[in-house]
């Protein structure tokens, strides 16, 4: 199977998006920002029409894209997110307050690694999206995932890394380390005692974790 072929085909099945993702996605583009693709973010919306959640905490907001798409695929969702860069926490509450979206989605600036104090009062999640600095993906697992309920999901993407995880010696020399610790993230999590997990070649690859009961 070419898998280049089938990816044409199944971005050119998906229909216009809305003006505002558009432009989202141009923003993006042009400022070098990292945003979950096309059919990765239409993943992580049907996960959530199916799982119903009404809580998720977000690790990783960059601009604000994923958490306007969240909320776009259920309008009653309660998003908290988690942002370090100052220019894009401001670029983001500028995107979410443009989109009325300000009741929906709450920002905190600061690093994840840090700022679980201020996520704990906030804290009832059925869901918990992992989308920020990859080498440290197994730290922001076992800080917030304590704030998750039983029968929860953890959505990680990126997980695949452009096939280097596959083949790590096709990796420029810079990424192989990082590499390695998504290689050792993923097998960490397919071996977690409280979680079953399935990764998804989508995207970038998109590891899905169900909290057991």
Do not use: C
Not at 29 to 47: C, F, N, S, T, Y
Not at 70 to 84: F, P
Not at 128 to 147: E, N, S
Request: charged fraction near 25%; charge should be negative.
């Amino acid at each position: 199977m070419n898998y280049g072929q089938v990816n044409h085909y199944l971005l050119d099945l998906i229909d216009s998006e809305p003006e505002w993702v558009q432009k989202l996605q141009l923003q993006a583009e042009a400022h070098h920002v990292p945003i979950m693709d096309k059919q990765g973010i239409r993943l992580l919306q049907q996960l959530i029409r199916l799982y119903q959640p009404k809580r998720i905490l977000e690790i990783g907001t960059a601009i604000g894209y994923s958490a306007l798409r969240m909320v776009e695929a259920k309008n009653d969702l309660q998003v908290v997110t988690i942002e370090r860069n100052e220019e894009m926490y401001k670029q983001a509450l500028h995107n979410i307050q443009e989109q009325g979206q300000t009741e929906h989605i709450k920002v905190i600036f600061g690093d994840a690694l840090e700022t679980v104090d201020k996520v704990e009062p906030l804290a009832d999640f059925n869901m918990i999206f992992i989308d920020a600095a990859k080498g440290q993906y197994r730290h922001f697992f076992d800080l917030y995932q304590p704030l998750l309920h039983a029968g929860g999901v953890i959505v990680t993407d990126n997980v695949l890394f452009r096939g280097f995880v596959a083949n790590p010696e096709e990796a420029p020399k810079r990424l192989r380390n990082m590499s390695a610790k998504i290689d050792q993230y993923n097998r960490w999590l397919l071996e977690h005692e409280d979680y079953d997990t399935v990764i998804l070649p989508v995207g970038d690859g998109v590891a899905i974790s169900v909290r057991r009961y």
